[in-house]
């Protein structure tokens, strides 16, 4: 078993930053990646951007490219997600997941079926 925290998120005005965290704790030897998704309201959720647990593969929804950047602490077993230039369309609740599996290429990455925890979700509003 694994479980996620997340935390950091907020209300902000467009064009300001935030920093969410995502703690893991349990079985973390077993995850082989970490993903952040988002769901807006009436939306579904959407992937952002993960990472594989050596850090040397990321991926990035074009939508977040270039204003978002996911980081990780393996001492702390911990996933950030660092937005900058927020806009009032990043507004969701965004989620941290987990992959015990072995991801291949964005498809895998991006996509929801392969997580195999999730947790409960960190709200981020950016007013305009």
């Known amino acids: 078993q694994v479980q996620l925290v997340e935390s950091g998120g907020g209300l902000v005005q467009a064009g300001g930053s935030l920093r969410l965290s995502c703690a893991a704790s349990?079985?973390?030897?077993?995850?082989?990646?970490m993903g952040w998704f988002r769901q807006a309201p009436g939306k579904e959720r959407e992937f952002v951007v993960a990472i594989n647990w050596s850090g040397r593969t990321t991926y990035y929804a074009d939508s977040v490219k270039g204003r978002f950047t996911i980081s990780r602490d393996n001492a702390k077993n911990t996933v950030y997600l660092q937005m900058y230039s927020l806009k009032p369309e990043d507004t969701a609740v965004y989620y941290c997941a987990a992959a015990l599996g072995r991801l291949r290429g964005y498809s895998n990455y991006a996509n929801t079926f392969p997580y195999d925890y999730w947790g409960q979700g960190t709200q981020v509003t950016v007013s305009s």
């Open positions: 349990g079985r973390t030897s077993s995850i082989y990646a």
